[in-house]
């Protein structure tokens, strides 16, 4: 069964913390997205990366860098965690141009 | 359809009716769409998609629908069951060399036994 595996459910950090996010998917796709979701905002691209040690700020990068260095993997970054990140934080893998994407289970941050 | 201000579209039905849910995409030169389900607490899940050169497309109890004229999207569940109660939300491609989605805000059903 082909999958996105997000390493943590829920992650409780302290502020000021550097918080790393990994994401891994197995079906050698090109494209890799980090978004966040949170109530009545939707979806909100965070960062993304067409190919490996490729990436591209999405919509709110503000606080976050990514990380690929390997195909497979695509990794978050919260370079100073703040209590406004805490958030649910969903990874998403697409092949080529113009697919669907296939998502992790989400993590759950939570930064106090 | 689109959410308005910090609070979900919702729509409930019983068990056993069928549930229809709207979208209204923004880009007239989208040529793919997605519906995706997303339970409480986990991540979105594909559930039809479909693309600009059809109307229609059916699941297994889904049918999506698209009327390009208006720029809307609609989501049929049929015998609607408790399982499905969950956030729906469409996604739209512009396509090219574009690779990514953008996403509605998204309806929650709710199934009522």
């Known amino acids: 069964d082909v999958k996105v595996t997000q390493s943590s459910r829920y992650l409780v950090k302290r502020t000021g913390e550097k918080v790393f996010l990994e994401c891994v998917q197995d079906?050698?796709?090109?494209?890799m997205f980090w978004y966040r979701q949170d109530p009545g905002l939707g979806l909100r691209l965070i960062y993304f990366?067409?190919?490996?040690?490729?990436?591209e700020k999405g919509d709110i990068p503000e606080g976050y860098s990514v990380s690929r260095e390997k195909k497979e993997r695509f990794s978050l970054i919260l370079e100073s965690a703040s209590t406004n990140q805490t958030s649910m934080y969903l990874c998403?893998?697409?092949?080529?141009?113009?697919?669907?994407?296939?998502f992790g289970s989400g993590t759950r941050l939570t930064v106090v | 359809g689109e959410s308005v201000g910090l609070h979900l579209p919702t729509l409930s039905v019983q068990e056993g009716d069928n549930s229809i849910i709207n979208c209204a995409y923004s880009?007239?030169?989208?040529?793919?769409f997605i519906w995706y389900k997303q339970e409480s607490g986990k991540g979105p899940q594909f559930i039809i998609d479909?693309?600009?050169?059809?109307d229609k497309r059916q699941g297994q109890r889904v049918t999506v629908l698209l009327n390009k004229t208006v720029k809307h999207l609609s989501l049929q569940i049929a015998a609607t069951q408790p399982g499905d109660s969950a956030v729906y939300f469409c996604?739209?491609?512009?396509?090219?060399?574009?690779?990514?989605?953008?996403f509605g805000k998204g309806t929650l059903l709710t199934v009522n036994p």
């Open positions: 998403a893998s697409s092949r080529g141009q113009g697919g669907g994407y296939t």
């Open positions: 079906m050698d796709h090109e494209n």
């Open positions: 990366s067409y190919d490996v040690k490729m990436k």
């Open positions: 880009n007239s030169a989208s040529d793919y």
């Open positions: 479909i693309r600009s050169n059809m």
């Open positions: 996604a739209e491609n512009s396509g090219g060399s574009n690779y990514k989605l953008t």
